[in-house]
């Protein structure tokens, strides 16, 4: 007869094969889908590549919206080729590196310049961050009730390392003058119609500044690919992906805060509903202020709702936590409906804006039915909801996951 | 001109993404109305990706945010028309 432990050991094989998730592509990354998704969103989903892309859950062709799907995330950096891709609107041109040029001028810039890709590989310091770029309504059709938008599950999401320049660098060497109070940015892709706002994004003079925002060049040692922004786009770790601007062409360093579309009444939510640090003071209004940065979340990667394993051994749970850059400090996963936590291994601290891999394994004491649950928090002690914050647009979903297993 | 300014880029898009002609809207009165009104910006899988969660006043809504928000070129007298379509057939 066999010890416990010695059974555990032998039974290593066997509990990973029975544990692990056997998501062989296609029909899985579908069925993975969040059960609460809109059901015309879940039928109308199918997967596609776009041209250099691998294939990914297609929210929609035009604009490209193309979500990653779950079994991705399994690795801490996401590949290029499975990042996924989120557009506005539908000209979205093959960008010419040698005939690119970013403008950066304002009426509160010391001077105007053009910068060429050489001439601004060559003029400043270059820098590497690995960071979340997360949409701002990632898990959107998980709402309840649905609000309309691109239905996103969970994989609106990836984690990068990103390399490129300072864009305080690039700001400092034109001068940013007293009064500046926002820097704005547009990117090459344009509407079909010329009512049709164009995708502009502002960041306060603050974050525009702060050392982590770049323009980068690079994403996981390789150029951008075009449906993530080639040949630079920006990066602003911490925050949402709107203000992660794509094919960035011009920068406009501004005394007056940005009036667009996409500012205002776009990407919004409600004043003092959710416990976020970074304000966005010069486009607040009464009733509401941009999105800033992310807010604490986690995703269990490794297991399917309704997954059976064998109780005598042991269930090894497997995700991510990030949040808004202050670091992920603690996961806990409870299999008792919330009554008890425990503590979660936490993996390798690739920086504070990074994806934080995490495992646990649960050793159930007897058969039967269970529900896995997983919070993370920051270093602030900021943590996730269980009930959902309801906001009209269907933003920052971190409602702790619920995960049925049976232990059989 | 512009107009066929945009059936030049609208080729491109549509060589650029893949399959965007397979989605179809259910067949129905006002269908093509619909999706013509649609097309020119986007795909019209955005139909069925919010659904059936609407109901008609959500549609209605829906409608009017692309008409004044993003400009689309959709007749005002057109709208009623394609509401009942949406809602019909893909409203709550």
Not at chain 1, 256 to 277: H, T
Request: proline fraction near 6%.
């Amino acid at each position: 007869m066999p010890s416990r432990r010695e059974f555990l050991t032998q039974g290593a094989i066997g509990a990973a094969l029975l544990s692990l998730p056997r998501l062989s592509a296609a029909a899985d990354a579908l069925k993975l889908q969040p059960s609460e998704l809109p059901p015309g969103a879940l039928e109308s989903a199918v997967l596609e590549a776009l041209p250099g892309k691998a294939a990914l859950i297609k929210r929609t062709f035009r604009p490209p919206n193309f979500e990653t799907p779950l079994e991705y995330f399994n690795d801490v950096i996401t590949p290029n080729r499975v990042f996924f891709v989120r557009y506005h609107l539908m000209n979205i041109p093959q960008v010419n590196e040698r005939s690119w040029t970013l403008k950066v001028g304002g009426d509160a810039a010391g001077a105007t310049a053009e910068f060429s890709l050489s001439s601004l590989l060559a003029g400043f310091e270059q820098v590497e961050i690995v960071a979340v770029c997360q949409c701002s309504g990632n898990r959107r059709g998980m709402f309840v009730p649905h609000v309309p938008g691109v239905e996103w599950g969970v994989g609106a999401m990836g984690n990068a390392r990103w390399r490129g320049v300072r864009l305080r660098d690039v700001l400092n060497a034109v001068g940013v003058n007293k009064d500046a109070v926002e820097v704005a940015f547009d990117g090459a892709d344009s509407a079909v119609h010329d009512k049709t706002p164009d995708f502009m994004k502002s960041l306060p003079i603050w974050r525009a500044l702060d050392e982590s925002t770049l323009i980068a060049f690079e994403m996981n040692g390789e150029p951008l690919p075009h449906w993530n922004g080639f040949p630079a786009r920006l990066v602003v770790p911490g925050w949402t992906g709107t203000y992660w601007v794509k094919q960035l062409t011009s920068i406009d360093v501004r005394s007056q805060p940005l009036k667009s579309f996409w500012m205002n009444p776009a990407y919004r939510i409600p004043r003092g509903r959710f416990a976020l640090v970074d304000r966005f003071t010069s486009q607040e209004t009464d009733v509401s202020t941009p999105i800033t940065e992310m807010v604490v979340n986690s995703l269990v990667t490794n297991i399917a709702p309704g997954q059976r394993f064998d109780a005598k051994q042991w269930l090894d749970v497997k995700g991510i936590a990030w949040d808004g850059g202050y670091g992920i400090t603690r996961v806990e996963v409870s299999t008792d409906d919330g009554a008890t936590w425990r503590s979660a291994t936490l993996g390798q601290d690739l920086g504070r804006f990074s994806f934080r891999q995490w495992t646990y394994r649960f050793a159930p004491a007897q058969r039967g039915r269970y529900t896995v649950m997983v919070r993370a928090t920051n270093r602030l002690g900021a943590t996730q909801t269980f009930e959902l914050i309801h906001n009209p647009a269907g933003y920052h979903h971190n409602v702790v996951q619920k995960i049925p297993v049976e232990a059989v | 001109m512009r107009s066929m300014w945009i059936l030049i880029l609208t080729g491109i898009a549509f060589a650029a993404v893949a399959d965007e002609s397979k989605v179809v809207l259910k067949d129905g009165p006002n269908r093509d109305l619909v999706m013509r009104s649609c097309l020119t910006c986007h795909s019209v899988d955005y139909v069925p990706l919010n659904s059936p969660f609407l109901d008609r006043k959500g549609w209605e809504a829906t409608v009017n945010k692309m008409i004044n928000a993003f400009g689309a070129p959709i007749k005002k007298e057109d709208v009623p028309a394609i509401v009942d379509y949406l809602s019909r057939y893909y409203g709550m």
